[in-house]
C-alpha cells in the first residue's frame, strides 16, 4: 500500500515510472498531482462515509484515493486495459474501492452500481466530456449529484444563461436535467503532462424531474437543437428547417407567446417547453 498522497508530483512520476506508464493522447489521459484540487473535489462531492460513488477514469487512483479517504464506497470503471492492475497497487488496502474495466458508454451503469442513489465523480477525458456527461444524466439514473473535471470552455457553456454568446443546446440540455454550478478553477499546473487547456470542477445537482414539463421530450430537445443549428437565423426561420409551413410556424408562435424575429439563443428553457407543447398540439 502506498502511504503517500498519490495526489503529488513525486508519487506519481514513481507509479508511472514503476509500471512503465506513460499518458496516453489518444485516451485524453493527464494525470492529477494537486492534492488540494483532489480535496476541493471530494468536497464538492460532499462526500459521507458509506456514500455510493462511481468514479469515471479513476487511472492510478489519484481522486479514488481521496474518495476512499473519506469513507466512500467507490466503484471506478476505467476503460484503460492496462490500469486495473496498476489501482490493484496503488490501491491496495482500500478494500471498500472496485474497480470495473470497461467504456462507461457501453456498460450496464445500473446493473453494475446496483440498486439505490449514487454520486459520479470524474476527471473526464475532455474529447468525449460531452457524450458522456449526457448519456448519465438521459439515462435517468438514480444520481444525486455529478461532479466532474472539465474543460472551463465546457463548463461555461453547461452554465450559460439565455443571450449570451456561450448559451446553446449544451446549456439546454444540462439544465433540462440538473442545476450545474463552477466550483473551482483548475490550472495546467495541476496535472502532468499539463493540458493546453483552463479547467474547472463543475458540480451538477440532478433534478428528481426536469427543469420544465413538456409532453414531448424528444419533440422538445429536436426544436432546440433547431434553434441553434445555425445561430444566425431567426426562430421562425429555424422552426422551417423542421420541415413546417410558415402559416402552422405562425399560429405556433402565437400560442406560445413567442417573437419569431428572436433567435434561438433568446430562449428560455420554459419558452423551448411552451413551444414543444404548442407543436406538439
Not at 3 to 11: D, R
Not at 15 to 28: C, T
Request: hydrophobic fraction near 45%; glycine fraction near 8%.
Amino acid at each position: 500500500m502506498i502511504q503517500s498522497v498519490i495526489a503529488s508530483k513525486e508519487v506519481t512520476r514513481h507509479i508511472l515510472k514503476a509500471f512503465g506508464l506513460h499518458a496516453s493522447k489518444r485516451l485524453g489521459q493527464n494525470f492529477l498531482i494537486d492534492a488540494d484540487i483532489v480535496h476541493g473535489i471530494v468536497d464538492a462531492a460532499d462526500i459521507c462515509p458509506g456514500d455510493r460513488v462511481l468514479e469515471i477514469g479513476p487511472g492510478i487512483g489519484t481522486l479514488t484515493q481521496g474518495l476512499a479517504e473519506a469513507g466512500a464506497e467507490v466503484t471506478a470503471v476505467e476503460l484503460d486495459k492496462k490500469l486495473p492492475a496498476v489501482l490493484a497497487k496503488t490501491l491496495e488496502g482500500y478494500d471498500k474501492v472496485r474497480v470495473v474495466q470497461g467504456d462507461i458508454l457501453k456498460i450496464d451503469i445500473q446493473t453494475v452500481m446496483g440498486p439505490g442513489s449514487f454520486k459520479v465523480v470524474a476527471n473526464l477525458p475532455y474529447y468525449i466530456t460531452t457524450p458522456i456527461l449526457m448519456s448519465l444524466l438521459e439515462q435517468r439514473l438514480p444520481i444525486t449529484r455529478l461532479v466532474t473535471m472539465v474543460q472551463k470552455e465546457v463548463a461555461e457553456r453547461m452554465t450559460a444563461v439565455p443571450g449570451t454568446k456561450a448559451y446553446g443546446a449544451l446549456s439546454v440540455a444540462v439544465q433540462y436535467y440538473a442545476a450545474p454550478r463552477i466550483v473551482l478553477d483548475v490550472p495546467p499546473q495541476s496535472f502532468i503532462p499539463a493540458p493546453e487547456v483552463d479547467s474547472v470542477v463543475i458540480v451538477c445537482d440532478v433534478r428528481e424531474k426536469p427543469a420544465v414539463e413538456v409532453k414531448d421530450g424528444q419533440l422538445f430537445f429536436r426544436i432546440v437543437r433547431a434553434a441553434f443549428g445555425q445561430r444566425r437565423k431567426t426562430f421562425n426561420n429555424a422552426l422551417k428547417t423542421m420541415g413546417l409551413e410558415k402559416e402552422t410556424i405562425g399560429h405556433i408562435l402565437l400560442k406560445a407567446g413567442i417573437d419569431g424575429q428572436r433567435r434561438g439563443e433568446t430562449l428560455s428553457l420554459a419558452e423551448f417547453a411552451a413551444v414543444a407543447d404548442a407543436v406538439g398540439q
